[in-house]
């Protein structure tokens, strides 16, 4: 919790309170996580949550990618090392993509990793999710995110078979 605290208040105070109290999640709990260490402690993190999400009008398992983080003196280094590490482990959960969403800011970044062929950026697509602290005596919240840069890495289906839609509702928290 206190790499996550680190890595994400610069990117706003809010961000960073979310991991108070030693909660090492913002939304949805991961199922699997790796977790890249070094002499000064976590170096990574990147969290994987299998979930059927719905794009467009059809349903779809997918493996979420998300609780990405690389320590600040480490910045440059490490999406795309972490998703190829990732790799085997994806194959492994029998998913036919995965999928997860950026900040426009890592579009560079991100893109670097894309021209190597094992993801794809989608633009134009708005992703609706359940916000993470629901109570049961309240309505359900919703948040859509709209200027988000979605990535999708074929796993066990080509990315031709990727569901055509403007819309994806996560069904849930993001991780």
């Known amino acids: 919790s206190e790499f996550f ?3 994400y208040e610069p990117t706003g105070a809010f961000n960073g309170k979310q991991f108070e109290g030693g909660r090492s999640w913002a939304g949805a709990r991961p199922e699997v996580r790796a977790i890249g260490y070094d002499v000064h402690g976590v170096a990574a993190h990147m969290g994987v949550l299998r979930r059927y999400i719905k794009v467009g009008d059809v349903d779809l398992l997918v493996a979420e990618l998300g609780l990405y983080g690389v320590r600040p003196d480490l ?3 490490g999406i795309a090392h972490s998703i190829s590490v990732m790799y085997p482990v994806l194959q492994q959960l029998g998913v036919p993509f995965a999928f ?3 900040r426009q800011a890592l579009r560079n970044h991100v893109g670097r ?3 190597k062929g094992l ?3 989608l633009t134009g697509v708005r ?3 359940t916000l993470p602290d629901v109570y049961p005596d309240l309505p359900s919240t919703t948040r859509v995110d709209d200027d988000v840069l979605l990535m999708v890495l074929p796993i ?3 990315m031709s078979e990727w569901p055509a839609g403007t819309l ?8």
């Open 5 to 7: 605290r680190k890595t």
């Open 75 to 77: 910045e440059g280094l």
């Open 100 to 102: 997860g969403t950026v």
């Open 113 to 115: 990793f894309c021209r």
């Open 119 to 121: 993801a794809n950026i």
């Open 127 to 129: 992703v609706r999710s």
């Open 156 to 158: 066990g289906r080509s």
């Open 168 to 175: 994806i509702d996560r069904n849930g928290p993001e991780l």
